[in-house]
């Protein structure tokens, strides 16, 4: 079992930026990725970026070359450096972990970010 804490979501103005860290406890020797997902209200949750054991990282569209997602193997910890937040960022952020053939599938509680004009 794996358990997953999201920390650093907030409110911050276009053209800020935000920190985003998710501490993952636990062990399950399937997980060959973390990411985040987010979900704005009334709209499906989305992925934002994901990173793997071996360090390769993928990003939406949305987000390339504004957010980069860094991964502390000694700490099992994920971040998501977000700059240039846009008013479109806003939603709950969810940091999962993906499962070898699986895909997403553990879930922290998620944490809110909020842009404001």
């Known amino acids: 079992q794996v358990q997953l804490v999201e920390s650093g979501g907030g409110l911050v103005q276009a053209g800020g930026s935000l920190r985003l860290s998710c501490a993952a406890s636990?062990?399950?020797?399937?997980?060959?990725?973390l990411g985040w997902y987010r979900q704005a209200p009334g709209e499906q949750r989305d992925s934002v970026a994901s990173?793997?054991?071996?360090?390769?990282?993928n990003y939406a569209r949305s987000v390339k070359g504004r957010f980069t997602i860094t991964r502390d193997h000694g700490k099992n910890t994920i971040n998501l450096q977000m700059n240039s937040l846009k008013p479109e960022d806003t939603g709950t952020y969810y940091c999962t972990a993906y499962l070898r053939g699986v895909g997403p599938y553990y879930w922290g509680q998620g944490t809110q970010v909020t842009v404001s004009e």
């Open positions: 990173i793997t054991n071996d360090g390769d990282t």
């Open positions: 636990g062990s399950d020797f399937s997980i060959n990725a």
